[in-house]
């Protein structure tokens, strides 16, 4: 009986608990913020300008560099989160995800309430570099409990005070070690699997899991590029 009260507990009421948790906290932020800017019109996106050490020595682009495009945009200044504060809201719509982001990786502040973590050392969203996130696969609101289901093109947005960036599914790595350092880098690429990844810089998003379900042995990675901008 207490191991069937135990396993209850574990992959139902932590989920029930913390997917509250989670949606209160989207819903306080959007009140925060107002409603999101309506959607650029049809056209060139609107990016920040491509960086500069994307283009090769003839002025041609590397395959991983960002797309230049006609219509730009400066990155919004804004002050660093707080630790453990919720500071944006990732939405995936492939696998119906509403998150909010909270900054860091702790367990009792923010990845056991539900929240998807950002790992501190690593890009803001929108900014050059690597935006790397955590989630729960099981348990605790699990919302990266179906990120092995997306597919190169799937849209991934993250809301914030000052704009809505959209970044797109690119390439995943089903399965690496926990120690791989290499996924979060700024130019992400995996030290154990060296195939995987990027070799320039540019604008990324990484979502990581454990894997497999109900196991914390492996590491899931999935990679996305920015592609859209909407200021506030």
């Known amino acids: 009986m207490v191991l069937l009260l135990?396993?209850?507990?574990?992959l139902w009421w932590t989920n029930r608990e913390a997917r509250q948790d989670a949606g209160r906290t989207v819903q306080a932020l959007q009140r925060e913020w107002g409603p999101p800017p309506p959607a650029a019109p049809s056209g060139d996106p609107v990016v920040p300008e491509?960086?500069?050490?994307?283009?090769g020595?003839?002025?041609t682009r590397g395959p991983d560099a960002p797309a230049p495009t006609a219509a730009t945009a400066p990155e919004p200044a804004r002050a660093s989160p707080r630790?453990?504060?919720?500071?944006?809201?990732?939405?995936?719509?492939?696998?119906?995800?509403?998150?909010?982001?909270?900054?860091?990786?702790?367990?009792?502040?923010v990845l056991d309430r539900g929240y998807v973590g950002?790992?501190?050392?690593t890009a803001q969203a929108g900014r050059a570099g690597n935006f790397a996130l955590a989630g729960h696969r099981n348990t605790?609101?699990?919302?990266?409990?179906r990120i092995d289901r997306l597919r190169p093109g799937d849209r991934i947005t993250v809301e914030t005070r000052d704009a809505v960036y959209t970044y797109t599914v690119d390439k995943s790595l089903a399965r690496t070690l926990p120690s791989d350092s290499g996924v979060i880098a700024p130019v992400p690429r995996s030290n154990i699997t060296t195939s995987a990844g990027y070799s320039e810089p540019g604008y990324y998003l990484t979502l990581t899991t454990c894997t497999p379900e109900f196991s914390s042995r492996y590491r899931l990675v999935v990679w996305a590029k920015l592609t859209a901008m909407?200021?506030?």
Request: hydrophobic residues 35%.
């Open 118 to 121: 950002h790992y501190t050392r």
């Open 140 to 145: 605790h609101g699990e919302p990266f409990r």
């Open 83 to 109: 630790w453990d504060q919720a500071y944006a809201v990732l939405r995936i719509p492939r696998i119906g995800l509403t998150a909010p982001v909270a900054e860091g990786t702790g367990k009792g502040g």
């Open 57 to 59: 020595s003839a002025g």
């Open 6 to 10: 135990l396993v209850v507990h574990q």
């Open 230 to 232: 909407r200021p506030r």
């Open 50 to 55: 491509p960086l500069p050490s994307a283009a």
